[in-house]
């Protein structure tokens, strides 16, 4: 495991899980699921564990959406062995954020930093409650920030994940990824099969702001575009334009092409077409895929968006107005 720099506290992993422990907790799940037998028509039941975090005194968790997806009954299991009901809020399956709420009060809650500031090299701990061990804490750093969800292997979501070599395991899903000052960074979210020491984790300025709208309405609305698009570059150019069953040419290497467009989408009822290259958004040049998705992301639903195209040949820019995300996409 690579090292980072020495802080003035040799005891600093100990503080923070000390601080943030209490508030860290194992979550329990379980559905019944329907068996396909000429014998019976019971079904069975299918339980997961995962772990969270108290964010406010009165309950509200954080946690991911794979640890409650689907559950008829959800527990949460307190450090001092306190179990409490608890009700799901909402779930984001495209960012893999989730909210719980227990009822009770005068919780213990953890103090959240900033993701915004990382940089990689810097400390990283983590809690939860890997393969059944409550309470599990591993040290690592963060390795690199801003990896898209092409990069985790999980291209379905919508999201850029921090990456740690900090140890996690099937159970840390959800739990706290903390900075060495104890305040939490990050949500433990995803791991590489059969690699080690490559763990990632959702960002807590990404959770808060999901979170936010999962406990205002219960879901989450988001801009949506209707492209599919690829980054260019020389190669994928020469690729398109030697291809004698391309449908268009493309004079330039870089930008991101739309490669296909989604039929009485936004960018279809705007005029925008498969072939063109997005050059800028709102006067922001668009280099890639991610800032273009990253960008609209955080657009709202309705906002009108100038985006600068070049289309053989000629640059124009064509104003979109952005529409919701569909729901059949996300549950797809």
Same mark, same amino acid.
């Given at each position: 495991?690579?090292?980072?720099?020495?802080?003035?506290?040799?005891?600093?992993?100990? !503080?923070?899980?000390?601080?943030?422990?209490?508030?860290?907790? $194992?979550?329990?799940?379980?559905?019944?699921?329907?068996? &396909?037998?000429?014998?019976?028509?019971?079904?069975?039941?299918?339980?997961?564990?995962?772990?969270?975090?108290?964010?406010?005194?009165?309950?509200?968790?954080?946690? &991911?959406?794979?640890?409650?997806?689907?559950?008829? $009954?959800?527990?949460?299991?307190?450090?001092?062995?306190?179990?409490?009901?608890?009700?799901?809020?909402?779930?984001?399956?495209?960012?893999?954020?989730?909210?719980?709420?227990?009822?009770?009060?005068?919780?213990?809650?953890?103090?959240?930093?900033?993701?915004?500031?990382?940089?990689?090299?810097?400390?990283?701990?983590?809690?939860?409650?890997?393969?059944?061990?409550?309470?599990?804490?591993?040290?690592?750093?963060?390795?690199?920030?801003?990896?898209?969800?092409? !990069?985790?292997?999980?291209?379905?979501?919508?999201?850029?994940?921090?990456?740690?070599?900090?140890?996690?395991?099937?159970?840390?899903?959800?739990?706290?990824?903390?900075?060495?000052?104890?305040?939490?960074?990050?949500? &433990?979210?995803?791991?590489? $099969?059969?690699? &080690?020491?490559?763990?990632?984790?959702?960002?807590?300025?990404?959770?808060?702001?999901?979170?936010?709208?999962?406990?205002?309405?219960?879901?989450?609305? #988001?801009?949506?575009?209707?492209?599919?698009?690829?980054?260019?570059?020389?190669?994928?150019?020469? #690729?398109?334009? !030697?291809?004698?069953?391309?449908?268009?040419?493309?004079?330039?290497?870089?930008?991101?092409?739309?490669?296909?467009?989604?039929?009485?989408?936004?960018?279809?009822?705007?005029?925008?077409?498969?072939?063109?290259?997005?050059?800028?958004?709102?006067?922001?040049?668009?280099?890639?895929?991610? $800032?273009?998705?990253?960008?609209?992301?955080?657009?709202?639903?309705?906002?009108?968006?100038?985006?600068?195209?070049?289309?053989?040949?000629?640059?124009?820019?064509?104003?979109?107005?952005?529409?919701?995300?569909?729901?059949?996409?996300?549950?797809?």
């Amino acid at each position: 495991m690579a090292q980072a720099a020495p802080i003035s506290d040799p005891d600093f992993v100990a !503080d923070a899980v000390e601080r943030v422990g209490p508030a860290v907790v $194992r979550i329990n799940s379980s559905r019944t699921v329907a068996q &396909n037998s000429p014998f019976s028509d019971r079904g069975f039941e299918q339980r997961g564990e995962g772990s969270g975090f108290i964010v406010t005194d009165d309950g509200l968790i954080f946690t &991911n959406a794979h640890v409650v997806e689907g559950a008829d $009954r959800v527990e949460v299991v307190l450090q001092d062995g306190r179990r409490f009901e608890g009700k799901v809020i909402g779930a984001d399956p495209l960012t893999d954020v989730a909210v719980v709420d227990i009822d009770a009060d005068e919780l213990p809650v953890v103090d959240i930093g900033d993701s915004r500031l990382l940089t990689p090299g810097e400390w990283a701990i983590a809690i939860g409650n890997p393969l059944g061990l409550d309470s599990t804490v591993t040290v690592g750093i963060i390795s690199a920030v801003g990896r898209s969800a092409a !990069d985790v292997g999980i291209p379905t979501q919508r999201a850029q994940f921090i990456q740690t070599d900090a140890a996690i395991n099937p159970g840390n899903s959800g739990g706290p990824l903390l900075n060495e000052r104890g305040e939490v960074i990050a949500i &433990n979210t995803a791991i590489i $099969r059969g690699a &080690n020491g490559i763990g990632f984790a959702v960002p807590i300025r990404t959770a808060q702001r999901i979170a936010n709208q999962l406990v205002a309405t219960g879901r989450v609305s #988001r801009a949506y575009l209707g492209i599919q698009m690829s980054t260019l570059t020389p190669e994928l150019r020469d #690729r398109i334009n !030697d291809d004698p069953n391309s449908n268009f040419n493309v004079d330039t290497d870089r930008g991101v092409l739309i490669q296909s467009v989604a039929p009485d989408g936004p960018a279809a009822s705007a005029g925008l077409r498969a072939g063109d290259v997005i050059l800028s958004i709102d006067g922001e040049d668009i280099t890639n895929s991610d $800032r273009l998705q990253q960008y609209v992301e955080f657009a709202a639903v309705g906002d009108e968006l100038e985006i600068a195209v070049l289309r053989n040949g000629e640059e124009r820019t064509i104003a979109v107005v952005t529409g919701e995300f569909p729901l059949e996409l996300v549950s797809g």
